[in-house]
């Protein structure tokens, strides 16, 4: 009797210990894993939106358009932190490295992503590909190559012959850095077209169009919220549009496309991307948040001025965007080492 005592109540003691083994692996939604039930809460605090590049520009305005969006369709504060250096490195780096958990996310471009990773001549120590979920990509942006009156160059015809001719010295163009799409076109008209370029470096855009407008600059590449007033005082010459489109603000500028340049494709995209292992519940919520965020009237506001369009590319769409757009440069990159043996 008594051993039929003692193996009672030792039953009851693992039954009880099974329960708060149990117990402690799940949430207090019923049975729900204690994982499931924080994702299915999400977000329950701050969450920061990294823009890889100093504030001011397009993307840094871009994004706090979206983050108020976000904060207000999430009901959490979304704040963004600027982490600028190495051509968008430092920032992509801080978020491929961040726990995976829904509050740190980056506001990348192709520049930062793409551009960095084909043009460093060191290894940027992060994976476009593998270290990154793309959420959306939600503006896309065509820079306006862009002459100063004192060049005598009025469109990019006028301008190729210039740098063509070997009687007159090289002409100075504008670089943003290695990896920028003004850069690209500068390698494939000095490598292609037999362009005599000498590149000039600015640490962003602002300078480099401070300079063009002062005349201390002949040529270099902007958005066209920064140059459009501009063009309209005759200050300055828009040449030609950096991207595979023409602009429906200037209907009259080409492309580059239609000189050749088919490849790679020379508009921006933005973005948000999660560091991969993001719950993918988390990714699909956040994409449902900023597809309303870039339909809102201020954004589409922005990008009209800014030269550019907005899109909504998400899942596998902007994965295959990504890789397609990696492929491209890196194939651009060997054939200008070819051209250069």
């Keep these: 009797m008594k051993k039929q005592q003692e193996h009672r109540f030792i039953r009851r003691v693992i039954s009880t210990l099974g329960g708060i083994i149990a117990l402690s ?28 590049w100093s504030p001011g520009g397009s993307s840094d305005a871009f994004a706090r358009i979206v983050s108020q969006e976000l904060a207000s369709a999430l009901g959490q504060p979304v704040i963004v932190e600027n982490r ?42 992060f994976d476009p590909l593998q270290d990154f979920v793309p959420v959306a990509l939600v503006v896309e942006t065509y820079y306006v190559l862009t002459a100063h009156p004192s060049v005598g160059v009025k469109n990019f015809r006028e301008f190729l012959a210039w740098a063509q001719d070997p009687a ?3 002409l100075a163009v504008g670089s943003t850095g290695n990896g920028a799409t003004s850069d690209i076109l500068y ?8 362009a005599n370029l000498t590149k000039i470096a600015f640490k962003g855009t602002g300078p480099l169009v ?13 958005a066209l919220s920064l140059v459009a007033s501009h063009y309209k005082e005759g200050k300055l010459f828009p040449l030609v549009i950096v991207g595979k489109n023409r602009l429906p603000q200037l209907p ?22 999660a560091p991969t292992g993001t719950p993918p519940a988390i990714i699909a919520a956040l994409a449902a948040a900023l597809k309303k965020a870039n339909q809102i009237a201020i ?39 070819q051209a250069q043996q």
Excluded: C
Aim: overall charge neutral; charged content about 20%; hydrophobic content about 40%.
């Design 168 to 170: 007159k010295p090289p």
């Design 84 to 125: 600028p250096g190495a051509i968008g490195t430092i920032g992509v780096r801080h978020v491929a490295r961040s726990k995976p958990d829904g509050y740190t996310f980056l506001f990348g471009n192709t520049v930062s992503m793409i551009g960095s990773v084909v043009s460093s001549a060191t290894p940027v120590q």
């Design 252 to 273: 009259d500028v080409p492309s580059v496309r239609e000189f050749g340049l088919t490849a790679p494709d020379l508009s921006v995209w933005d973005g948000v991307f």
């Design 25 to 52: 692996s799940m949430g207090l939604s019923g049975g729900v894993p204690l994982a499931q039930a924080e994702e299915a809460a999400w977000p329950t605090r701050q969450i920061t939106l990294v823009v890889p």
């Design 210 to 222: 401070a300079d063009l407008i002062a005349g201390h600059l002949p040529i270099g590449s902007a």
């Design 187 to 194: 390698d494939y008209l000095i490598h292609k077209q037999k």
């Design 299 to 337: 954004f589409k506001d922005l990008a009209e001025k800014n030269g550019s369009v907005v899109v909504f590319t998400s899942g596998a769409d902007a994965a295959a965007r990504l890789k397609k757009d990696l492929e491209e440069r890196q194939r651009f990159k060997m054939e200008l080492e």
